[in-house]
DNA sequence: CCGTATCCTAATCGATACTG
DNA sequence: CAGTATCGATTAGGATACGG
């Protein structure tokens, strides 16, 4: 259970009250808008720095950088630096990453499917 | 494509443009911690604000309410008042909810089928 | 080209108190 | 019980400048 973590600690829980909070502490950070747009973005390619920075349409090169070394500490992405001048640097996801993005792809179908259900929603919520 | 919105108003593209910026916004809505927590923890129940509150561990007040007024607004969540006293209120996935749930319980999954492997791709990442 | 660091503002969040 | 409002404190995030 995700939504669960740190609760008491009884001597023989203590494992698996370690593993919810661990996932949730990973949860939370995978669980962002920046996060999930670049695992949305490299997809099955391999994207340099700017190349991504163009393909996320108003991310911050500090967001970008942020996002990535987090990425890249959770194994997600893959990190690989070609010593050229200018310096080369490419992104692609691992095998967890890529696992992850087929889900980060259903939101992003989902947000499209009920584009129209949710613009009437927020409109009938909005003028009450 | 989700990781692009606003782009230049020609004015054919209008439409698109707008869609995919509404949709770079339901995205932004969504795509955050607590709101997909709360969906999970929702699930196919109907539950009250306080059992909601004790379902999600660590969640304040006041980001309870909060996201559950976006979960509202947007038609993920129904929220049902009965007038009795005190006050009982109740909240439960819409069908556009349900269907996000879905691919929520796959990132919770995710992490869960992962949780080893981060473990280790961290060790290795802040050995360095 | 890519990354880090700094500064500064805006947004987030928790705690608390108050209403129906 | 559920919701709103307010107040500090923390953090996120953009802009900029500089180094490899």
């Given at each position: 259970?995700?939504?669960?973590?740190?609760?008491?600690?009884?001597?023989?829980?203590?494992?698996?009250?370690?593993?919810?909070?661990?996932?949730?502490?990973?949860?939370?950070?995978?669980?962002?808008?920046?996060?999930?747009?670049?695992?949305?973005?490299?997809?099955?390619?391999?994207?340099?720095?700017?190349?991504?920075?163009?393909?996320?349409?108003?991310?911050?090169?500090?967001?970008l950088?942020?996002?990535?070394?987090?990425?890249?500490?959770?194994?997600?992405?893959?990190?690989?630096?070609?010593?050229?001048?200018?310096?080369?640097?490419?992104?692609?996801?691992?095998?967890p990453?890529?696992?992850?993005?087929?889900?980060?792809?259903?939101?992003?179908?989902?947000?499209?499917?009920?584009?129209?259900?949710?613009?009437?929603?927020?409109?009938?919520?909005?003028?009450?």
């Amino acid at each position: 259970m995700v939504t669960k973590q740190l609760k008491g600690s009884a001597k023989d829980e203590a494992d698996v009250t370690r593993a919810d909070s661990l996932a949730r502490e990973i949860f939370s950070d995978i669980a962002n808008k920046w996060a999930l747009l670049i695992i949305e973005a490299v997809g099955d390619s391999t994207l340099r720095f700017t190349e991504l920075r163009n393909e996320i349409e108003g991310i911050s090169h500090k967001m970008l950088t942020q996002n990535l070394r987090l990425l890249e500490r959770n194994g997600l992405v893959e990190r690989t630096v070609h010593p050229t001048v200018p310096p080369r640097v490419e992104y692609a996801l691992t095998e967890p990453g890529r696992a992850l993005r087929a889900t980060v792809g259903g939101m992003c179908d989902w947000t499209h499917r009920y584009l129209g259900a949710i613009e009437t929603a927020r409109e009938r919520f909005d003028s009450a």
